[in-house]
């Protein structure tokens, strides 16, 4: 499988690259510096240059041809109102718009649950942030293509476990990285589970028999 990851060189991005590669599958992406694109060349990935806040659909289409699928996991992590408003809404949407016309299949979103953070009395640029987050989601949502929108809780950087529970809806807890990539890529693996919104959670069940879980 090709996948072409947008945010590759970010923590969960760089996780998937290797789960994937780990399996066998070609990967590419997409990165802000030319620093990051030699560090990716020598592990054998060749990703491109690029700002995802301000390329064009017609920019993205030459870069995600050919690949068969589309995994969107940059962010701005709650910065100012117009970063977000760029990368995880407007980017989002174009690159939809660009698979669409590259003819790429497959495209997973790594969202955020909805209600993450709500007990934090977050400032006005988090509470924007998670608003855009949502509405990205109703907006994959919305697509023709085999959209998976992913959620995970809280990210931390504890090794994985292997364990996961996933499905429509999970308490807002938290999830290693480790696992977040592992299930992503289980999840590329299985075409059968298409057009749903996953939540993730750390829990019980080995990652390969949750992801078969979602199979409907
Ligand atoms: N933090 C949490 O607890 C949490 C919880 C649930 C979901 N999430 C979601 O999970 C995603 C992945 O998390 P993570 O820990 O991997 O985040 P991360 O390490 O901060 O990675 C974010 C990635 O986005 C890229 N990026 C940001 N702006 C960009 C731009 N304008 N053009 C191109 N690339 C850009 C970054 O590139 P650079 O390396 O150049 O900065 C980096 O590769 C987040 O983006 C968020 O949507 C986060």
């Known amino acids: 499988m090709k996948v072409f990851v947008i945010g590759i060189s970010g923590a969960v991005g760089g996780l998937l690259a290797e789960e994937l590669t780990g399996r066998g599958d070609v990967v590419s992406g997409l990165v802000r510096r030319d620093d990051q694109r030699a560090a990716l060349a020598s592990r054998h990935i060749e ?3 690029g700002d995802i806040g301000v390329m064009t659909a017609d920019q993205l289409v030459p870069l995600l041809s050919g690949f068969d699928a589309v995994v969107y996991s940059a ?3 709650g910065g100012s109102r117009a970063v977000t408003d760029a990368v995880d809404g407007e980017g989002v949407v174009r690159t939809l718009e660009a698979a669409g016309r590259a003819g790429v299949t497959r495209f997973v979103l790594v969202s955020v649950l909805p209600e993450a953070g709500r007990e934090l009395h977050l400032d006005d640029d988090h509470e924007h942030y998670f608003a855009v987050k949502k509405l990205t989601d109703v907006a994959v949502s919305l697509s023709d293509l085999d959209w998976l929108v992913l959620r995970p ?4 950087d504890r090794p994985g476990t292997g364990r996961v529970a996933l499905g429509p809806a999970q308490p807002h807890d938290e999830i290693p ?12 693996h299985e075409p059968r589970i298409r057009r749903q919104v996953l939540e993730l959670n750390a829990g019980e069940t080995p990652t390969a028999l949750a992801v078969r ?3 409907r």
Request: avoid cysteine; hydrophobic fraction near 55%.
């Open 153 to 156: 809780s809280m990210l931390v």
């Open 75 to 77: 962010g701005s992590n």
């Open 213 to 215: 879980a979602r199979i």
């Open 177 to 188: 990285r480790e696992d977040v990539a592992a299930t992503l890529a289980e999840l590329l």
């Open 47 to 49: 990703a491109r240059v």
